[in-house]
């Protein structure tokens, strides 16, 4: 119905038709009412995370960024769709996205129409990147696994910081935490000099939920790049929720052969007790026939529901020592069932089947579902 309805924008007028087919009414899409044309033009504008293409093959965000070119005032309705979830899925997206900011910019110091305030629309950003900001000499942990080419120019840190961390849902890789890390040192410095006389400041971010993607680099998640800092440390102990895809390209994790939950690895290695306000952790494994085609994964994509597992921050945080390798299989339950195992335990199944490719699943379930 959305693609109809999207299509059927770039119609100059809209007609209503008796049986026989005949047109009776012909109005152009000026003539109707201001409330329901800004409704139909944010409802066109809202990306299509849930289609069944790769994003690299049709983006989601197609419509909304077709429309902002109607005109400045269309623009204006539809940048807030556009802007609620951020998909960075590479470092080029990041230069990108970082450019406009800079347009934005220049645009508010000319006074321009076209200025738009980002940060206050921005409610979840992903940047799961092989890439990262080249890091200040002065940054410990400078060598990274995934290093940037020398021909690529530093990120300007002081335009992403505030739209980065304003969003309550952030989603990084592991080898996306050089942003992370700058960000925070950047809005803690900042911080630091406007409340000189505040005992206790509010703190300069408003991420409540964390998703962690990609598989950790070798080395290990390398969680001391946050916790060896005041600015990190404050900011673990500031999430209430932390999410993260098991495995990224493991999907056999958990199959119709094995339904045992494995946990990351990671997990056992975590400072579990840094996260002061964490509330519950949520794993996403896709519901995959152990004799899926790996091929049709990769290429044509599998139409699968899938199955969200709650942890209780309890679980970890008092019990760090002995994480548990694998949560215990649950009874069968049907799409938009929710089963409890204990009150730590818990398991919700998505209430229809997304497409799910190798490359892009874990980004539409945490655009659909976290």
């Not at 109005?27 to 044309?37: G, K, M, R, S």
């Not at 949560?327 to 929710?338: L, S, T, V």
Request: charged share 20%; with cysteine.
């Amino acid at each position: 119905m959305i693609q109809a309805l999207k299509a059927g924008l770039l119609q100059t007028g809209f007609a209503s038709y008796l049986p026989a087919m005949e047109p009776i009414i012909l109005f152009p899409f000026t003539d109707l009412p201001v409330e329901l044309a800004f409704m139909i033009l944010e409802y066109a504008a809202r990306p299509t995370f849930d289609q069944a293409d790769l994003y690299d093959a049709r983006s989601p965000y197609s419509s909304a960024l077709a429309l902002c070119r109607v005109s400045k005032i269309v623009r204006r309705i539809v940048l807030p769709e556009l802007l609620h979830t951020i998909l960075l899925p590479d470092f080029r997206h990041v230069e990108k996205f970082v450019h406009a900011l800079r347009m934005q910019k220049v645009y508010k110091e000319k006074g321009s129409d076209l200025h738009f305030e980002y940060a206050p629309r921005v409610h979840k950003m992903w940047i799961v990147s092989h890439g990262g900001n080249p890091a200040p000499a002065h940054l410990p942990h400078a060598p990274r696994a995934h290093a940037l080419k020398p021909s690529r120019s530093p990120l300007d840190i002081s335009l992403l910081a505030p739209i980065l961390l304003a969003a309550p849902s952030l989603a990084l890789g592991w080898t996306s935490l050089d942003i992370l890390v700058e960000c925070l040192e950047h809005v803690w410095k900042s911080h630091a000099a406007t409340h000189v006389d505040n005992e206790h400041p509010p703190l300069p971010w408003k991420t409540q939920t964390l998703t962690l993607s990609c598989t950790p680099p070798t080395t290990g998640p390398q969680w001391e790049r946050l916790t060896d800092t005041p600015q990190g440390s404050a900011f673990l102990g500031s999430i209430s929720h932390l999410s993260a895809n098991p495995y990224v390209c493991d999907y056999k994790s958990h199959t119709d052969l094995d339904r045992d939950y494995r946990l990351p690895l990671w997990m056992g290695i975590t400072p579990w007790a840094i996260f002061k306000s964490l509330q519950t952790v949520f794993l996403s494994y896709p519901r995959i026939a152990s004799s899926v085609d790996p091929f049709a994964l990769i290429f044509t994509g599998i139409d699968s529901y899938v199955e969200l597992l709650t942890l209780s921050a309890s679980l970890l945080r008092d019990h760090c020592d002995r994480i548990p390798k694998e949560i215990k299989g649950f009874a069968e339950i049907g799409p938009g069932e929710e089963c409890i195992q204990s009150d730590d335990v818990r398991l919700k199944v998505s209430d229809s089947r997304i497409c799910w490719y190798t490359r892009d699943g874990w980004e539409k379930v945490w655009a659909c579902m976290l």
